[in-house]
């Protein structure tokens, strides 16, 4: 019996069919009622946004398509990674080599470590029910954390922010309807529902799950989109403007330690890429980014080695992530800051 | 002659997509291949088995990422998949099964007449003449060290006063005998 005839043989096996059949299980089972589109479709988007910011290895690559001919992979010794007292290897991910057990990060607090791959491609999963689907997208849109370690994968140093504010799941059914779901900073998904005549739904669930639905007519739509979001007149309470408890006392001491305790502040929570490369021996190629929500907080004040200061601040720990200063004159026209300025030191 | 059958692999993974009863159809073309590849790299049915099935699993969840990019482009996929699932077990000695668990698959235990159809596809007889022939060229104190550690399976300490030097040494020569092994093996 010659290789050939063998390989054929194998797929008479118990084992072929058994395999078989559980492919055949699942193949069916993706077959979801039409009803349950729609939340697989936000699922799906939100996994590929998620998946954009974990980034993500091409699988491609020239083989040879017959197996037989096929190059063996490396030797445990020839790892492209190094590897722990555990076992576990770690490093930034590489292209065209096994991703590393512990996968470099930027901790919310600037540090850099190592999340365990299992904990980061758990939002791929694919949901098993549309009720699973709905929670698993919201957790994401919400943001969830994962443990940050230092190489042995034992010593946590930080968290990593999946997803959270700023990142949106957006997803198209088939006649033309589009809806987007996000997140607002205190935690409410705001689903927008667009009919391809620009009829639109918002609907806004809150954390006890309490939802409140707005229908607005396609012309309603058109000039809620034109219309700037009203800013409290000067006469008007500042109660809305208060910023956070911790964040007034960070600012304070801020602005303190910088040399001027009644520096004039602004602030904002902003979602953006930050600290952009990881040094050190497993330096990627390209500049590594990491994205996350963080407060920017602009003061102008009587700095020693200048007029204004930025800092950027981690919001889960409360920790400066980065600072910088300047003695030129700051242009705040370019970021828009809905919040502030107070003068520190005054009571609010 | 079926539509399916006239689909080049290609088409089949990327239609799998949106069809997912392609990769059924996919799955029966790949799958004596793939063992053949595992089997022939492990040495062991059971363990040629598993990965075949977690590398279809794999390929199952993420197939929406295949692109067609060409003749031959579906196998690479494919094997890039098979060849991470063995650089993985090779370092750890143990299968995966993340992404059968994902799944909701279940690990099939092999029975005797499997194994011996999976067994027929490895050269046992050739594989055996290949390590002998390595064995035989290492150097006596290797050789030695590597016969008690890794086929009688004594400890470090046992083999250090059997052999008259320090388990350093017996480590050091265990370890450059394996690696001379798998290089003349690899050649």
């Given at each position: 019996?010659?290789?050939?005839?063998?390989?054929?043989?194998?797929?008479?096996?118990?084992?072929?069919?058994?395999?078989?059949?559980?492919?055949?299980?699942?193949?069916?089972?993706?077959?979801?009622?039409?009803?349950?589109?729609?939340?697989?479709?936000?699922?799906?988007?939100?996994?590929?946004?998620?998946?954009?910011?974990?980034?993500?290895?091409?699988?491609?690559?020239?083989?040879?398509?017959?197996?037989?001919?096929?190059?063996?992979?490396?030797?445990?010794?020839?790892?492209?990674?190094?590897?722990?007292?555990?076992?576990d290897t770690f490093?930034?991910?590489?292209?065209?080599?096994?991703?590393?057990?512990?996968?470099?990060?930027?901790?919310?607090?600037?540090?850099?470590?190592?999340?365990?791959?299992?904990?980061?491609?758990?939002?791929?999963?694919?949901?098993?029910?549309?009720?699973?689907?709905?929670?698993?997208?919201?957790?994401?849109?919400?943001?969830?954390?994962?443990?940050?370690?230092?190489?042995?994968?034992?010593?946590?140093?930080?968290?990593?922010?999946?997803?959270?504010?700023?990142?949106?799941?957006?997803?198209?059914?088939?006649?033309?309807?589009?809806?987007?779901?996000?997140?607002?900073?205190?935690?409410?998904?705001?689903?927008?529902?667009?009919?391809?005549?620009?009829?639109?739904?918002?609907?806004?669930?809150?954390?006890?799950?309490?939802?409140?639905?707005?229908?607005?007519?396609?012309?309603?739509?058109?000039?809620?989109?034109?219309?700037?979001?009203?800013?409290?007149?000067?006469?008007?309470?500042?109660?809305?403007?208060?910023?956070?408890?911790?964040?007034?006392?960070?600012?304070?001491?801020?602005?303190?330690?910088?040399?001027?305790?009644?520096?004039?502040?602004?602030?904002?929570?902003?979602?953006?890429?930050?600290?952009?490369?990881?040094e050190g021996e497993?330096?990627?190629?390209?500049?590594?980014?990491?994205?996350?929500?963080?407060?920017?907080?602009?003061?102008?004040?009587?700095?020693?080695?200048?007029?204004?200061?930025?800092?950027?601040?981690?919001?889960?720990?409360?920790?400066?992530?980065s600072q910088g200063?300047?003695?030129?004159?700051?242009?705040?026209?370019?970021?828009?800051?809905?919040?502030?300025?107070?003068?520190?030191?005054?009571?609010? | 002659?079926?539509?399916?059958?006239?689909?080049?692999?290609?088409?089949?993974?990327?239609?799998?997509?949106?069809?997912?009863?392609?990769?059924?159809?996919?799955?029966?073309?790949?799958?004596?291949?793939?063992?053949?590849?595992?089997?022939?790299?492990?040495?062991?049915?059971?363990?040629?088995?598993?990965?075949?099935?977690?590398?279809?699993?794999?390929?199952?969840?993420?197939?929406?990422?295949?692109?067609?990019?060409?003749?031959?482009?579906?196998?690479?996929?494919?094997?890039?998949?098979?060849?991470?699932?063995?650089?993985?077990?090779?370092?750890?000695?143990?299968?995966?099964?993340?992404?059968?668990?994902?799944?909701?698959?279940?690990?099939?235990?092999?029975?005797?007449?499997?194994?011996?159809?999976?067994?027929?596809?490895?050269?046992?007889?050739?594989?055996?003449?290949?390590?002998?022939?390595?064995?035989?060229?290492?150097?006596?104190?290797?050789?030695?060290?590597?016969?008690?550690?890794?086929?009688?399976?004594?400890?470090?300490?046992?083999?250090?006063?059997?052999?008259?030097?320090?388990?350093?040494?017996?480590?050091?020569?265990?370890?450059?005998?394996?690696?001379?092994?798998?290089?003349?093996?690899?050649?």
């Amino acid at each position: 019996m010659d290789a050939e005839e063998r390989e054929r043989k194998l797929a008479e096996t118990r084992f072929a069919a058994e395999l078989r059949g559980q492919f055949e299980v699942l193949t069916e089972r993706a077959r979801h009622p039409r009803r349950h589109r729609r939340w697989l479709a936000i699922a799906v988007a939100a996994g590929v946004a998620v998946a954009g910011l974990l980034g993500t290895v091409a699988l491609a690559g020239g083989f040879d398509p017959d197996p037989a001919h096929l190059p063996d992979p490396p030797l445990p010794a020839e790892s492209v990674y190094p590897m722990n007292a555990s076992g576990d290897t770690f490093g930034p991910n590489k292209p065209l080599v096994e991703e590393p057990d512990l996968m470099a990060v930027m901790a919310t607090n600037g540090k850099v470590g190592y999340c365990y791959r299992t904990e980061l491609v758990g939002s791929h999963q694919p949901p098993g029910t549309p009720e699973e689907a709905v929670a698993g997208n919201e957790a994401t849109l919400r943001g969830r954390m994962i443990p940050v370690y230092e190489s042995d994968g034992v010593t946590q140093i930080g968290v990593f922010q999946v997803g959270g504010p700023g990142s949106k799941s957006i997803g198209k059914q088939a006649d033309g309807t589009t809806i987007t779901q996000e997140a607002d900073v205190d935690g409410n998904i705001i689903t927008t529902t667009v009919a391809p005549d620009g009829a639109t739904t918002i609907e806004t669930k809150a954390l006890d799950g309490t939802v409140t639905t707005k229908t607005l007519t396609a012309a309603e739509a058109a000039r809620l989109k034109t219309t700037p979001t009203p800013k409290p007149s000067p006469g008007a309470s500042r109660e809305p403007d208060k910023p956070r408890a911790w964040l007034l006392a960070r600012m304070s001491s801020l602005a303190r330690d910088a040399g001027d305790a009644r520096a004039t502040a602004r602030w904002e929570l902003q979602f953006r890429e930050y600290l952009k490369r990881i040094e050190g021996e497993n330096t990627p190629a390209s500049p590594y980014a990491q994205s996350a929500s963080v407060w920017l907080v602009i003061m102008h004040g009587d700095f020693a080695g200048g007029s204004w200061r930025y800092w950027l601040l981690d919001p889960h720990s409360h920790e400066v992530i980065s600072q910088g200063q300047s003695d030129q004159p700051f242009d705040t026209s370019r970021i828009p800051p809905p919040q502030g300025p107070i003068t520190l030191g005054e009571k609010l | 002659m079926g539509e399916v059958e006239l689909q080049r692999d290609e088409e089949l993974l990327a239609a799998s997509g949106d069809r997912p009863q392609r990769f059924v159809a996919l799955y029966d073309r790949t799958l004596p291949g793939l063992l053949a590849y595992f089997a022939r790299r492990t040495l062991d049915a059971q363990v040629a088995a598993d990965l075949a099935a977690e590398t279809l699993a794999e390929a199952y969840a993420s197939r929406g990422r295949f692109r067609d990019r060409g003749e031959g482009s579906a196998a690479a996929w494919l094997y890039t998949i098979a060849r991470r699932k063995l650089g993985r077990y090779l370092r750890r000695l143990r299968v995966e099964d993340a992404a059968r668990r994902r799944l909701g698959m279940e690990r099939i235990e092999l029975g005797p007449e499997d194994i011996e159809r999976i067994e027929a596809l490895i050269d046992f007889e050739h594989i055996g003449r290949e390590v002998r022939d390595a064995f035989g060229e290492l150097r006596a104190d290797q050789r030695e060290a590597l016969r008690l550690r890794v086929i009688d399976g004594r400890s470090y300490r046992e083999i250090a006063a059997v052999l008259g030097c320090s388990e350093d040494v017996v480590r050091a020569r265990v370890s450059r005998g394996l690696k001379r092994l798998a290089a003349q093996l690899e050649g």
